[in-house]
């Protein structure tokens, strides 16, 4: 599975480490990027199985509506500092959680967006 993840500049590395240990013992590709405008120009060369942003405040609002234009049935991961709940349903984001996130919450969160787009996929594949 192709996973993106947009996560703040210094903070790709830890976010990518708990990706990875929260997805086991499935197997990802993580693809890694600072902003909205970098992920949405890899959108347009390669389809990811789940969108993670880890952006805090209205960069993470900004990114999350350009994403669900670009890529409306790719299930999406929300992680924010601001209580964005309203707009996560708003945007049809598969899971939205507030910052600090606990490992189990990720995990949880990574577990079943995974298996929304494993179902998907095998759809697809029909």
Known sequence: MN?????????EDVWENRLVTAALPQRIEITECNSAGALLKILELKPFSLLIVVLNGVA??????????????????WISDEDYNLFGYQYRVTCFLRRTVSDV???EAVAGCLKISGKGEEETAK
């Open 3 to 11: 996973v993106a993840l947009c996560a703040a500049f210094l903070e």
């Open 60 to 77: 993470g609002l900004e990114a999350v509506r350009r994403l669900r234009e670009k890529a409306p049935d790719v299930p999406l991961l």
């Open 105 to 107: 919450q990720f995990r």
